[in-house]
């Protein structure tokens, strides 16, 4: 029996966090594609959990490229190193961080993919206001949530998922420009947002 959901995941497992991850791979090529994410770029994978999502980074950006994973959850990074010395995958590189509270000076990423992460935060815009500081002008973020109101099948429960607006205004708030918000299935949506010159 699934038990009550929490914001930092300890009513789940790695793996099951991992197999809904790959549930929702068909709507990462919008987001890589709003990112115009290339091979030999940098992104930074914002609360990566056990990085299905990183893989597909990975190889958008090819061997030349980096996926900076970060996640505050050693034990997930964990995972994603597993899966990444058993498929040879050596252009991940996990960060045991607070997104929130980046230092930044060994990080240098093209742009920022938050996906399904912030209604587990306590902070969400902390961790806009982040960014904005890590990245250099002209970068894009895509932030993709659960959608509050969608019909709630699948996915956190309503009353934890943040509205597009709301995401939209701290986007704001933290310096960035609203680009775009797409609803990408009666349960999801992206916001495409870029750090201004």
């Known amino acids: 029996m699934e038990q009550p959901f929490r914001k930092d995941l300890s009513h789940t497992t790695w793996d099951k966090v991992y197999a809904r991850q790959s549930l929702r791979a068909e709507l990462v090529p919008a987001w890589m594609d709003a990112l115009d994410l290339k ?18 980074l990975a190889d958008r950006v090819g061997p030349e490229g980096i996926v900076y994973a970060i996640d505050r959850s050693a034990d997930a990074l964990a995972y994603l190193e597993r899966q990444q010395e058993e498929r040879g995958i050596s252009q991940i590189r996990r960060l045991v961080a607070d997104a929130a509270a980046l230092d930044g000076r060994d990080l240098h990423a093209d742009c920022a ?5 912030l209604h587990h935060t306590d902070d969400p815009a902390a ?8 990245l250099a002008p002209g970068a894009l973020i895509v932030v993709a949530e659960f959608d509050p109101s969608g019909p709630c099948e699948h996915g956190p429960p309503c009353e934890v998922r943040l509205a597009p607006a709301q995401i939209e205004a701290w986007c704001k708030e933290a310096g ?3 680009r775009e918000t797409r609803h990408q299935s009666p349960e999801h949506y992206m916001i495409v947002a870029e750090r201004p010159a």
């Open 39 to 56: 091979a030999g770029n940098r992104v930074l994978d914002v609360g990566c959990g056990p990085g299905f999502v990183s893989f597909l």
């Open 113 to 117: 993919l938050i996906s399904m992460v």
């Open 176 to 178: 960035f420009h609203v």
């Open 127 to 134: 961790i806009l206001r982040s960014l904005h500081r890590l």
